[in-house]
């Protein structure tokens, strides 16, 4: 007896029918059919890297991955990368210590204390501006909250990992030290180590290998 | 021997480089000595370290004796029953007779059918000693598939056997040289297995895709259903029962180049030099022509492996009671079929 959902399954037309035919059933024509198609890919594949390697002919790719660290895709513009905080022309922060980004930030883990600017036109100055990335949800807001463009997430770096939850924790003076993207996204400064992160046991092989 | 080996060894990096090229990926790159990379055939090197330096796991309640018993059991006989594979004909240097096959055996192919049947005892022996569950029903599926398979693989090669009436292999690739039906066709056409046992061809080559139980007929792995009789393997014993998946590929490939393909065959190359139908004659020195058939043996295998790669990599895994069906009821009765209709074949050009 047939339910009517087993009816539902199978649809009027027969090309679509989850029942088989028999040259299906049979199952050889159709392994030949899909042994024709991917016998076909490997050969133009095949081609392709003979033309790439051998005949050095660089348009000619083979395959469309991406080999990551060697070579990376172009970020978007409004890719919202690690943090940086803006300089004034005199290298000290942007940052007003309004606790605005603090405030808004959803995962709270941006941590500010302010102190008085030397200079008496400007109100405060962050003393410490410690921002947590292994709490961060690159959410922006703290960007759209800045009344004074002095954070901003347009560095392009992605590659940040730390062996310890304090590795993740980036200070003021990494985050000053951050150049913006340059064109296709590429990171233009390296990624910030901070002082509290241990030393990694194949530190210059990760270095090498986070750099753009 | 030490070329079957190594022909395992390389396997898998042919299957990861095919199956990238198949699926527009580059495939593993990146094992390097100083920088050297050679397209990752590194990667063989780098597995075989791996697995070598890795622990040697033994579980607590396994059979001690078995469990370590096991993967030397699947690759012993993985690798002997490439011993009585032809390569190549008679040899003649400084007046000896050298027989380009490991084993001169008369009834070759009983051999090979025997080894490939016994790595079976490898692979139940793990799924047993391992005392664990998930190892013991991939034991049991590769005992069952390897019945199946066995059965359709020996009913196939009988077709074979009745007409070149010899289970020698060296004498079977001798007489796929010989003209097919020479009456119709002259000498044009060699008496290769293939034409004369189209259908044997496609059943043996699929049940001994069953026998290699690589993927599609994997249910004794099922990586994604139960792991298989290798569950409980680690480091260079979980390697071997990999090696040997690759060797009896080897094994299946070099078997169908005998049986099927014509063995070391070239078409219209005599034992000096080539002898066209259309009259015209290329004498070459026998040293040559030993090592034309030579390369010509190992291009056929090369290409059939090729192929194997290329099945293991388009179709997905039969589930078990399919392939079951599928042994069991398409290719045993086909094979015996096929049996019957080269008897009487045979029996009408009055061979029999």
Redesign the interface.
């Known amino acids: 007896m047939t339910s009517p959902y087993q009816q539902s399954n199978t649809p009027a037309d027969p090309k679509h029918s989850s029942r088989l035919g028999l040259a299906q059933r049979f199952y050889l024509r159709e392994v030949l059919s899909g042994l024709t198609l991917t016998g076909a890919r490997f050969f133009a594949n095949m081609a392709r890297h003979t033309l790439h390697t051998v005949f050095r002919v660089k348009s000619a790719r083979g395959a469309v991955t991406i080999q990551y660290p060697d070579e990376r895709r172009p970020y978007s513009p409004r890719l919202r990368s690690l943090h940086r905080l803006v300089r004034r022309e005199d290298g000290s922060p942007r940052c007003v210590a309004c606790m605005m980004c603090e405030t808004v930030c959803p995962a709270h883990c941006i941590y500010i204390v302010a102190t008085e600017h030397p200079n008496p036109e400007i109100e405060k100055v962050p003393e410490r501006f410690d921002i947590d990335l292994g709490k961060c949800v690159f959410c922006g807001y703290c960007v759209e909250a800045c009344p004074e463009d002095a954070i901003r997430m347009d560095t392009g770096i992605l590659e940040f990992s730390s062996f310890s939850r304090g590795g993740m924790i980036y200070t003021k003076d990494a985050l000053l030290a951050l150049e913006p993207a340059g064109p296709n996204g590429v990171p233009t400064s390296p990624v910030p180590i901070p002082a509290d992160r241990p030393m990694p046991v194949i530190r210059p092989a990760a270095a090498s290998r986070t750099r753009a | 021997m030490f070329v079957v080996l190594n022909f395992g060894g390389l396997l898998t990096w042919v299957e990861r480089k095919?199956s990238?090229?198949?699926?527009?990926?580059?495939g593993a790159n990146r094992a390097s000595i100083f920088g050297i990379r050679i397209l990752g055939l590194l990667h063989p090197l780098a597995d075989a370290l791996k697995m070598l330096t890795k622990e040697d796991f033994l579980p607590a309640r396994a059979d001690r004796l078995l469990f370590k018993l096991a993967p030397f059991v699947s690759v012993f006989f993985a690798l002997g029953a490439f011993a009585s594979i032809p390569f190549g004909n008679t040899l003649t240097i400084f007046g000896r007779e050298i027989q380009l096959q490991a084993v001169t055996l008369n009834v070759g192919i009983l051999y090979v059918l025997a080894m490939l049947s016994l790595g079976v005892y490898g692979l139940m022996m793990a799924g047993w000693a391992s005392a664990n569950n998930y190892a013991l029903l991939g034991g049991q599926r590769a005992a069952a598939l390897m019945i199946s398979a066995e059965l359709a693989i020996g009913a196939s090669i009988m077709g074979v056997v009745m007409v070149y009436g010899s289970l020698n292999m060296q004498d079977i690739a001798r007489a796929q040289g010989l003209p097919l039906l020479p009456q119709f066709f002259g000498s044009w056409i060699p008496a290769w297995g293939i034409l004369t046992q189209p259908l044997a061809f496609?059943l043996f080559l699929t049940a001994g895709i069953a026998a290699t139980k690589r993927i599609p007929f994997d249910m004794p792995e099922g990586e994604s259903e139960i792991i298989g009789y290798f569950v409980e393997y680690s480091g260079m014993k979980f390697g071997m029962f990999a090696m040997a998946d690759f060797l009896e590929t080897v094994v299946i490939a070099g078997m169908t180049t005998a049986l099927f393909l014509g063995g070391w065959q070239i078409p219209y190359l005599g034992s000096a030099g080539f002898a066209f139908p259309w009259g015209m004659e290329v004498p070459l020195p026998p040293l040559l022509v030993t090592g034309l058939q030579v390369v010509a043996f190992l291009t056929k295998v090369v290409v059939l492996i090729w192929l194997l790669m290329?099945?293991r990599?388009?179709?997905p895994r039969f589930r078990y009671d399919q392939a079951m069906r599928l042994g069991w009821l398409g290719l045993f009765p086909l094979a015996i079929l096929n049996i019957v209709i080269t008897g009487l074949v045979l029996l009408m050009l009055g061979k029999a």
């Open positions: 095919q990238a090229i198949m699926q527009d990926r580059l496609v290329l099945i990599w388009t179709l």
